[in-house]
């Protein structure tokens, strides 16, 4: 038998725009190989699925709860609205990707207020949290029902577990839940070199969305339980957010080659490891800064805007904040020590120009 696919693109363009940019992992398209044939039962009936509650739980805790979905957009819109009523409000970062990168989904869709605070590094803390938690009797106001952190953060940055504690607490004190962002929180683990339920179980997560497109998965999140009751009817939500997969069990076949080994992790330290020398290498670029602490795989610099918009035709990375000359570059589980380089010398002769 034939077919008339084709490949459209050359593979051989490397890029520091997005880990969302590279393919899915080998590992993880022989999971979906051997998931496929035959029949299983659909909406998350199958068997893979069901066993992906014991793989999860294994990096959670035997209380954890997975929700397999589509994206991040939709794991984060279906945990949010599984934590709020409808006059509930969210406390986060102004950089935090549900109120920059979300089209207004967690509003929009999921019809609740996003109250933001100003963070020089991404990260909230008790006092900053403090900033919008109030008035909770006043009718006026959306009520502050949920904290959202981010995990690496969109700058990059990391909490530590101690960190995300003292925010749980805070939270919890005052009867709101917390809720974590995880698009990268592989990179948080392998970076922390620590396990991922010692910054989201331990540390007093009520709920997370877990990443895996950005770390090998062709595509798919997870809605993740940590404390039970902590949500609502999240089967019923998940499918009023059109978040519920037919033919779940090859979202859940990914997830098992990601978590129930070492992939996970592998992949997420050499896209750290490869950010590190990327960063290393830039600053020894003149007339280039760095801008945040290179503590996962994102390195955000400074630099001419004409050097960026000649360097961006030999390689694909995005502006973060245009005016200031800002840029974003991001490394993935296939970043290679030849990309990195290659780059960097990019960027010294555009510099040198």
């Excluded at 403090?130 to 009520?143: K, L, P, S, T």
């Excluded at 779940?248 to 978590?259: G, N, P, T």
């Amino acid at each position: 038998m034939t077919t008339d696919a084709r490949r459209r693109h050359d593979p051989a363009v490397r890029g520091f725009a997005s880990d969302n940019y590279a393919g899915a992992h080998p590992e993880v398209l022989a999971a979906l190989a051997l998931a496929n044939g035959g029949h299983q039962p659909a909406y998350g009936a199958d068997d893979y699925t069901a066993h992906l509650q014991d793989v999860f739980r294994a990096h959670f805790g035997p209380s954890a709860e997975a929700f397999p979905v589509f994206n991040g957009t939709g794991a984060n819109v279906v945990a949010l609205l599984g934590l709020t009523d409808r006059w509930g409000g969210v406390i986060t970062s102004d950089t935090a990707h549900i109120h920059t990168d979300e089209c207004g989904a967690p509003e929009r869709v999921g019809g609740l207020k996003l109250l933001t605070v100003p963070t020089p590094d991404g990260k909230l803390t008790p006092e900053l949290v403090a900033r919008e938690a109030f008035g909770w009797d006043d009718e006026h106001r959306a009520m502050p029902q949920v904290v959202s952190l981010t995990q690496s953060t969109e700058l990059g940055t990391l909490y530590t577990p101690e960190e995300i504690r003292a925010v749980s607490d805070f939270a919890h004190e005052r009867g709101m839940a917390v809720h974590l962002d995880g698009a990268r929180a592989a990179n948080a683990a392998a970076a922390l070199d620590l396990p991922l339920r010692a910054f989201t179980t331990d540390a007093g997560v009520d709920v997370l969305s877990f990443g895996g497109t950005k770390n090998g998965m062709l595509f798919g999140e997870a809605v993740v339980v940590l404390t039970p009751g902590a949500v609502r009817a999240l089967p019923h939500l998940r499918k009023l957010s059109m978040q519920l997969a037919a033919k779940m069990r090859f979202v859940s076949a990914q997830f098992e080659a990601l978590l129930a080994g070492d992939l996970w992790l592998r992949g997420a330290r050499h896209a750290n490891a490869m950010a590190r020398r990327l960063a290393e290498g830039v600053r020894e670029v003149a007339g280039v800064t760095v801008l945040y602490p290179v503590q996962a795989n994102a390195v955000f610099a400074r630099l001419p805007h004409d050097v960026s918009d000649r360097l961006r035709k030999r390689y694909r990375f995005y502006y973060w904040d245009e005016a200031a000359g800002d840029v974003r570059w991001m490394c993935s589980f296939d970043t290679t020590e030849e990309d990195v380089d290659g780059f960097l010398a990019a960027l010294a002769e555009e510099m040198a120009r």
